[in-house]
């Protein structure tokens, strides 16, 4: 019986003759070490989800950051708070049904995987936990998935009707 080693140099010596591999050692180059890849990771949250409340969701602008380096924002900072409105109202106005549609399709999964996952577990508080951060973190997950183009395009009209109201509002009666 061969050993390892054998087998396997008997290997090379199998690929050598059948023209596989070249016949003197290959030689060692220096290579320089491929270049980092540039990773994006994904964003840390910036707060605890028990810092918002979410069942009114009116204090919600001073959460909200605009990148103060953008050219429009440098011209006209008051801007900035106009801004933070609008997305209040769009969240506002698309969290109740994303999040419903959300957790009904959360539960139903949840369920499903608990079931399997804790079939055979005694410990009752355990399975209820378990269920509980995941279907928080599948509502969180779907909702922000389901609700983002809905959510940009309601944000560009509350912006814009916001601007068209103070426009309206600054020039001279017409």
């Known amino acids: 019986m061969a050993t390892p080693q054998?087998?396997?140099?008997?290997?090379?010596?199998?690929?050598?003759?059948?023209?596989?591999?070249p016949l003197s050692a290959p030689e060692t180059k220096t290579e320089a070490p491929p270049a980092p890849?540039?990773?994006?990771?994904?964003?840390?949250?910036?707060?605890?989800?028990?810092?918002?409340?979410t069942s009114n969701l009116s204090g919600l602008v001073p959460h909200i950051q605009v990148d103060s380096r953008l050219p429009l924002l440098k011209e006209h900072p008051e801007f900035n708070q106009l801004i933070k409105?609008?997305?209040?109202?769009?969240?506002?106005?698309?969290?109740?049904?994303?999040?419903?549609?959300?957790?009904?399709?959360?539960?139903?999964t949840c369920e499903q995987i608990v079931k399997k996952d804790f079939a055979?577990?005694?410990?009752?508080?355990r399975m209820r936990v378990a269920a509980h951060h995941m279907v928080r973190n599948l509502t969180a997950g779907m909702a922000m998935i389901t609700c983002r183009?809905?959510?940009?395009?309601?944000?560009?009209?509350?912006?814009?009707n916001?601007?068209?109201?103070?426009?309206?509002?600054?020039?001279?009666?017409?």
């Open 85 to 108: 409105l609008a997305i209040e109202k769009s969240v506002q106005e698309w969290i109740s049904p994303v999040i419903e549609r959300a957790i009904k399709i959360a539960i139903t």
């Open 120 to 125: 055979l577990d005694f410990d009752e508080t």
């Open 149 to 160: 183009d809905h959510l940009l395009l309601s944000i560009k009209n509350n912006l814009k």
């Open 6 to 21: 054998a087998a396997a140099s008997m290997t090379a010596q199998t690929a050598q003759n059948a023209g596989q591999l």
């Open 37 to 53: 890849l540039n990773v994006t990771r994904p964003v840390e949250p910036k707060f605890h989800f028990l810092e918002i409340n």
């Open 162 to 174: 916001i601007m068209m109201t103070l426009g309206r509002n600054l020039l001279p009666g017409q």
